[in-house]
């Protein structure tokens, strides 16, 4: 474990964010956080997933509705670790562009991902859809602006790419842009078929299906987990052991040290919401809007029309030292709100920082943990962490059962970010 590394036992939800986001409560729509059992006795089931976060709340909800007997623990109150801080883009675009990828994978890998973090969003809307849950879930387009870097000419390059994966979405130059969406920068991608969403809302009415199936959500902190042959057997706390047939570790930036792979980095990240705004102070369509620079800007709209902006990134995983810069980031991100959107009512009346897991490739952690088959790691790092914590429930639904695709690789805990594989592209 290095100093980017937060430690497994001793990082608690308040290590993870600070501040205040505006979530559980959107459009008057409100869910009860799910309650949790205390462990009175040791128990044994089929799946246990460790983590009551966006990641454990769909994993839960999946694997409950294949039939599988599921106890979820979690040692806070479910949903206010990471998954409060979050600003809900729900987009399928992925932090590492399509050239980017493809420049590290090749094409048809770097085009597949892309493939399937669409397929994510859209089994995301299916499910939100199908259950009618109460989470101010909207489908929304994206516009990727063109920043630092990347102009009009890099932005026709990704372009391209993506038309040749088969994927929509299309080119605004300055002129269309500044009139269509009163954005002043050289160009801009604006793709449909993205979404956003209150991520507690979601994770809790998730954790309240999953319940609703005989999932039991329990009080416990997991300290060690034995790999026993036929089990894994999960050392708490207290007296009592969970016995699991499989273990699906979905505990966000706090990772087990036998899992820690060297891809991944743990930093901060800053957001602001303001009050909610008049119709004429909104921008078209109310599209979930990012920048193409590193680290990025974006902004999108809540249901009840307050502007968030997030960004800021700063390269460190000390919550003392992230939350001392809190009032300075909000500041920054209040000046680059009325710098982009200047129609903006900038008063503020969120601001809050997290801690922000990343892979150097921009992709997610998800398959079994290196040497351990009944383990399983669904870690949706990156700004598309929810994207992928959907892609990870069904994977790791599939690994359990027993199928195993070539394309899950792409994701494994043990995958080789810095291999390049330029020439396929
Ligand atoms: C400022 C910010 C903005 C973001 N914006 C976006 C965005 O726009 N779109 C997006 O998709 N993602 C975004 N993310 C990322 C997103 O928030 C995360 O990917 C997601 O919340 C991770 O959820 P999780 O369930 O994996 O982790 P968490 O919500 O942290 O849940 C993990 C749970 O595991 C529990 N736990 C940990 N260890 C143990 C243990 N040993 N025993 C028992 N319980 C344990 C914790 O108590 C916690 O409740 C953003 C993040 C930040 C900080």
Not at 169 to 185: E, I, Q
Not at 199 to 209: C, E, H, Y
Not at 349 to 356: E, L, N, T, V
């Given at each position: ?39 009175k006795e040791s128990i044994k089931t089929d799946i246990a997933i460790v983590g009551a976060g966006i990641t454990g709340a769909l994993a839960a909800e999946h694997l409950t509705s294949l039939g ?198 743990i930093s901060s990240s800053f957001a602001l919401s303001t009050v909610p705004q008049r119709p004429d102070q909104l921008w078209p369509q109310r599209a979930l809007t990012w920048e193409a620079a ?132």
């Amino acid at each position: 474990m290095d100093s980017s590394d937060l430690d497994f036992q001793d990082t608690n939800h308040d290590d993870l964010s600070t501040g205040l986001s505006p979530w559980g409560s959107q459009q008057g729509l409100s869910v009860a956080a799910p309650e949790r059992d205390r462990l009175k006795e040791s128990i044994k089931t089929d799946i246990a997933i460790v983590g009551a976060g966006i990641t454990g709340a769909l994993a839960a909800e999946h694997l409950t509705s294949l039939g599988h007997k599921v106890i979820v623990l979690d040692r806070e109150q479910p949903g206010l670790g990471s998954t409060r801080a979050s600003t809900a883009m729900l987009q399928w675009e992925t932090d590492s562009s399509l050239v980017e990828l493809t420049g590290l994978y090749g094409f048809e890998t770097a085009a597949d991902v892309y493939r399937r973090s669409r397929a994510a969003v859209a089994g995301l809307m299916e499910l939100v859809a199908t259950h009618q849950i109460p989470c101010a879930f909207h489908p929304r387009p994206t516009l990727y602006l063109a920043a630092g870097q990347v102009g009009e000419k890099e932005l026709r390059e990704e372009l391209a790419l993506r038309q040749r994966a088969g994927l929509p979405g299309d080119l605004l130059t300055y002129g269309a842009l500044l009139g269509d969406f009163g954005f002043d920068r050289e160009a801009a991608i604006l793709s449909p078929e993205s979404a956003e969403a209150d991520p507690l809302l979601l994770a809790w009415s998730l954790l309240r299906i999953a319940a609703g199936r005989g999932a039991r959500i329990i009080d416990a902190d997991a300290l060690h987990f034995h790999d026993e042959g036929q089990g894994v057997v999960i050392e708490t706390s207290g007296p009592h052991v969970i016995e699991a047939a499989h273990v699906v570790l979905a505990t966000g930036y706090v990772m087990p040290h036998f899992v820690m792979p060297a891809c991944h980095t743990i930093s901060s990240s800053f957001a602001l919401s303001t009050v909610p705004q008049r119709p004429d102070q909104l921008w078209p369509q109310r599209a979930l809007t990012w920048e193409a620079a590193e680290p990025y800007l974006y902004m999108r709209m809540t249901a009840d029309n307050r502007i968030i902006i997030g960004g800021e990134d700063e390269e460190i995983a000390d919550p003392e030292m992230r939350d001392a810069m809190l009032w300075d980031k909000t500041m920054r991100l209040k000046e680059k709100l009325l710098q982009l959107w200047p129609k903006a009512n900038a008063t503020i009346s969120h601001a809050w920082c997290g801690a922000f897991g990343e892979t150097s490739d921009g992709l997610p952690l998800i398959g079994a943990v290196p040497g351990a088959k009944r383990l399983f790691a669904a870690y949706g790092y990156g700004g598309n962490g929810i994207t992928f914590s959907y892609l990870a429930s069904r994977m790791i639904a599939a690994m359990i059962s027993g199928d195993r695709r070539e394309w899950f690789d792409n994701f494994a805990l043990d995958r080789d970010p810095r291999k390049s594989t330029q020439g396929q592209s």
